[in-house]
């Protein structure tokens, strides 16, 4: 059981470019989430996905995507990179069926760089 | 407004001794959950301790504890028996049951350094 993986760790990106971060969580959790963590700072989230097909976006979502298509996956795409998103990323997962007692697990982040 | 306050930005604490982080919250959802996570500098976020609105007694969790205050609308965290690899970040963070994302709100963060 690996829980949430998340790819690439580091990446280096000049403005304008585009990329997309991998999260893929095993655990068959409904609810998937994407945080920002800026230097210093508690996280952010840009967009959340209560199960395959739908999506929300959350406090940050400007400048990111998101797509569901499966329970597993939960990628995130950045379109044209600004230096304000230099970030690390973490993407999290829960099993949410009522009340708000589950718990969210994290991946390891990702820690990005745009120049 | 600001749902979730952490006043003490960094702390110093020797080791195998107790240590304190304070977080207060505000809400008016009488529904919520309150989550503790640690930080360590290898950046992964470690979930450490859970407290509902309606639970009766506080969490804990281990040498984790969760002081829970409704009225005063606290959730402080307390390391009993501090370790070397409990320094850290500790954020508290906190879900509010009246909407259906269930997204965290996080606090800026607490810095423990344990000394030696």
């Known amino acids: 059981n690996a829980g949430v993986t998340q790819t690439p760790k580091f990446r280096i990106l000049k403005i304008g470019q585009s990329m997309t971060l991998q999260c893929t969580q095993d655990?068959?959790?409904?609810?998937m989430y994407w945080y920002r963590q800026d230097p210093g700072m508690g996280l952010k989230l840009i967009y959340y996905s209560v199960g395959a097909g739908i999506t929300d976006k959350g406090e940050v979502p400007n400048g990111y995507n998101v797509s569901r298509s499966t329970t597993e996956d939960f990628p995130l795409r950045l379109e044209l990179a600004a230096p304000s998103q230099t970030s690390v990323y973490f993407c999290?997962?829960?099993?949410?069926?009522?009340?708000?007692?589950?718990?969210?697990?994290f991946g390891p982040g990702t820690r990005l760089t745009v120049l | 407004a600001q749902k979730i306050t952490q006043t003490q930005p960094g702390m110093f604490v020797q080791e195998k001794e107790a240590v304190t982080l304070d977080c207060t919250y505000d809400t008016s959802d009488p529904s919520y959950g309150l989550f503790w996570y640690k930080q360590p500098s290898s950046g992964e976020m470690i979930f450490l301790i859970y407290q509902g609105s309606y639970d009766q007694q506080n969490a804990t969790e281990g040498r984790y504890s969760l002081n829970f205050q409704k009225a005063r609308k606290s959730a402080n965290l307390v390391i009993s028996a501090s370790q070397l690899g409990d320094s850290a970040m500790y954020f508290c963070a906190m879900r509010e049951g009246g909407t259906s994302d269930y997204k965290l709100s996080f606090g800026a963060g607490t810095t423990v350094t344990v000394r030696a």
């Open positions: 655990m068959n959790h409904n609810y």
């Open positions: 999290a997962s829960s099993y949410s069926t009522g009340p708000p007692t589950d718990t969210q697990y």
